[in-house]
């Protein structure tokens, strides 16, 4: 929406409709994108976009738009570019598949050129309540509290199989509660207010380290796709209400204080 605005072309964005956080609808609809909510799930309202820009001159900017896939990999350039190598190990939520496709894309090209000599170990985590990949299986009505990666049928699906098996990775799942629990705690131990999708990465470090599965020397990067203000709803509900005011008044405030 903010390109379109820039360069003065129309923007159309389809979404389903009462599951998509309010902080990006507000985002695109003040940049002045047409939003037009679908009854149906996100595979429902990716396929109808696929099948209008068949037919109309739009284009599409999903994440099966390859030019997406270019920009997206550059991530992966600037990783290296900041560690002065490749990690040893990339977490990164998965929802529809465009990012670890186009980090994997981005880390072989550093490789083929010769600014880095080995690869990371791409490892991909779904929301287990919208996880095809996992278990295999287009989910119909997926679900869960990442909405973000709430995507039953992602259109990266085969490159996001070949990023992991070429990279020696893999493709799991975490809860909600775990992706909460991780939500949290980037929040409250490190200063970092994410989106909960985000969260998914580093529920992922936890449950793994939790098995046991590191070895204590590994150089892990956990990503994080989205600011916590995409999904300001999931926060508020977090802390379980909104604040109560108190009385403009000295004791009033030294109560609030535990003082």
Known sequence: A?????????????FPHGYVALGKLAQAIHLGAHVIPVEGNFDQALELVRQIADLEPITLVNSVNPFRIEGQKTAAFEI?????????LLFIPVGN???????????????????????????GFQADGSAPIVYDR??????TVATAIRIGNPASWKQALEAADQSGGSIASVTDEEILEAYRLLARDEGVFCEPASAASVAGIIK??????????EKIVCVLTGNG??????????????????PARLDSIRTALGL
């Open 97 to 123: 598949a465009g990012n670890i496709t186009a980090y994997w894309k981005g880390f072989q090209e550093y490789q083929k050129n010769g600014i880095v000599q080995s690869l990371p170990h791409m490892i």
């Open 80 to 88: 290296v570019d900041a560690l002065g190598d490749a990690p040893d």
């Open 229 to 246: 203000l995409k999904d300001p709803a999931t926060a508020i509900k977090q802390v379980g209400s909104e604040p109560s005011p108190v």
């Open 138 to 143: 287009v989910f119909e009505h997926p679900e």
């Open 208 to 217: 793994r380290a939790r098995a046991g599965f590191f070895q204590g020397e």
């Open 2 to 14: 903010a390109y379109a605005a820039r360069a003065g072309v129309r923007c159309f964005m389809l």
